[in-house]
């Protein structure tokens, strides 16, 4: 069982910059690929960005390549999403979430944390 903490939303100006923090509980933290997610109101749960239990692989949203930028410490059990040049459009709940092998599917992840709200203003 693995339980997940998201950390670091809030409200910033377009052009800003938000880091989010995911804390995993568990000694098993570091056999996970971990996953960062958003989803707005009415929309279906979207792939943000991924990365792999070994650091060696990560995945980006093609709406958030260049921009954000996704890394973990196993030894703190924390991943992160550094956000940069944010838009209005990256306005929504962020979550993480843990799998085996890292994957833009949320289906395919079985852990996830409770979200944080991100709210970028023009």
């Known amino acids: 069982q693995v339980q997940l903490v998201e950390s670091g939303g809030g409200l910033v100006q377009a052009g800003g910059s938000l880091k989010l923090s995911c804390g995993a509980s568990?000694?098993?933290?570091?056999?996970?690929?971990m996953g960062w997610f958003r989803q707005t109101p009415g929309k279906e749960r979207e792939f943000v960005a991924a990365i792999g239990w070994d650091h060696a692989s990560t995945y980006y949203a093609d709406s958030v390549k260049g921009r954000f930028a996704i890394s973990r410490d196993n030894a703190k059990n924390t991943v992160y999403l550094q956000m940069n040049s944010l838009k209005p459009e990256d306005t929504a709940v962020y979550y993480c979430a843990a799998t085996i092998r890292a994957t833009i599917v949320p289906g395919e992840y079985f852990y996830w944390g409770q979200g944080t709200q991100v709210t970028v203003s023009s």
């Open positions: 568990g000694r098993t933290f570091s056999s996970y690929a």
